[in-house]
């Protein structure tokens, strides 16, 4: 599939560049951070089955948000807390069916 001879390909400028640059960076930046802020503030340890964590295995605690707004991330940590996946799945799936036993009812 590779086409010979010079090849057209239009670049960004260096300000267009330099702004998706930034915007990536400032998106995965702030995603890491309230992770690793939450994990400081609560330590490594699953909020509901007490389950802790060590780094071989930090990828498995997730942080979920309070009140389910991923936007909101008070440096305090209280809208966050430290889920296992497990635990976290089950937090979700509970909402998921208490609205529906509530709607239902
Ligand atoms: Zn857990
Ligand atoms: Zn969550």
Redesign the pocket.
Known sequence: MRSRGPKTVILPSAEEANALIKKMRGAVESNENYRTKSLRIHGPVCAKCGRSFDAAHLDQL?V??KD?NHNNNPPDGSNWEN?CIHC?DD??SRDILGDYLSKTK
């Open positions: 997730t979920h948000h389910g889920l976290h937090e979700h």
